[in-house]
């Protein structure tokens, strides 16, 4: 029962596909393209910076005023290249991210 708000982005960070699932909370709107923005642009998942956060590490937010550090971004990889990125809001945090790593791997 999980309503989620899912955005794709290219390479460089701008929208491709975006959805709203009936339920999901308006926050996620902007939340879901910040974490795929921030997994594409930054080529790597925006776990990396919540770990960062988590772990004492606040200067990640000076880097870039848009990004996420939320779970919930993951890059899209084919054939060893980066070819955009998901990004996922409307759970918690562990539940974005499970979503998200599910759409990034639909594509190998």
Do not use: C
């Not at 919540?50 to 993951?74: I, K, Q, R």
């Amino acid at each position: 029962d999980w309503k989620f708000v899912i955005s794709i982005v290219d390479t460089n960070g701008e929208p491709v596909y975006f959805v709203k699932m009936d339920g999901a909370q308006t926050a996620s709107v902007t939340i879901a393209p910040g974490k795929a923005r921030t997994a594409a642009r930054y080529r790597r998942p925006s776990l990396i910076f919540f770990n960062a956060m988590e772990t004492g590490h606040p200067y990640v937010v000076t880097l870039d005023p848009t990004l996420v550090a939320s779970p919930g971004g993951n890059p899209i990889i084919e054939g060893g290249r980066i070819i955009g990125a998901i990004g996922v809001s409307g759970g918690t945090g562990d539940q974005d991210n499970v979503v998200s790593l599910a759409g990034a791997a639909a594509v190998k």
